[in-house]
């Protein structure tokens, strides 16, 4: 596992694999690097999303908070002294009882840190040293965790543009189908 340099960094959809009763690990989750469990994970949101320039995409996906939640969620039932701490630009909780679930899974302990993410270095030992800024508070500090999990933005798939154009339906700038009735 791993992505790109890091060995002890995933993505949202690799740890959902790993924290699958029928996945590779049966449920258990190990760092790529020594196969220790981790201790403490920074789940990072909006990887590639709510960014305007030419390499980014403007458009939240509106489903990457939840997710984390529910990961840091299972995190905490699996292991109650695991510390998951999520970093997010603004948190999204759209639906019903999302809200209440969010607050919920934050009174069980984890982290929620309004901010950006100016670095991220690897150490010897693989541990991961997260430099970040709590936009809250204005205040810059750096943590090392065990891991981190990026959550990226969904997009549109060409197939879903070949869906829609084929349907004769509609879709957003990002390419996904408009609802019908929003």
């Not at 449920?27 to 690097?33: A, C, I, K, T, V």
């Not at 010897?124 to 999990?149: A, C, N, Q, W």
């Not at 798939?157 to 070949?162: H, I, V």
């Not at 869906?163 to 879709?171: E, M």
Request: charge should be neutral.
């Amino acid at each position: 596992l791993g992505f790109g340099r890091f060995a002890n960094l995933l993505t949202q959809s690799q740890l959902a694999r790993l924290l699958s009763a029928s996945g590779p690990t049966a449920g258990e989750l190990f760092r790529p690097s020594d196969g220790r469990p981790p201790k403490s994970i920074f789940m990072l949101q909006c990887v590639g999303s709510r960014d305007c320039t030419s390499s980014g995409n403007e458009h939240c996906s509106a489903i990457c908070c939840l997710f984390a939640t529910l990961h840091a969620s299972l995190l905490k039932q699996h292991d109650p002294e695991i510390e998951v701490t999520i970093g997010y630009t603004d948190l999204r909780a759209p639906g019903k009882a999302h809200e209440e679930y969010y607050r919920l899974v934050q009174s069980r302990g984890v982290r929620y840190v309004r901010g950006r993410v100016g670095e991220l270095m690897e150490e010897p030992d693989k541990r991961l040293r997260v430099r970040f800024e709590d936009t809250m508070t204005g205040r810059k500090s750096e943590e090392l965790f065990d891991m981190v999990v990026l959550s990226a933005g969904l997009e549109a798939s060409e197939g879903t543009r070949e869906i829609a154009h084929v349907a004769g339906l509609q879709t957003a700038a990002a390419g996904f189908i408009k609802e019908y009735h929003p």
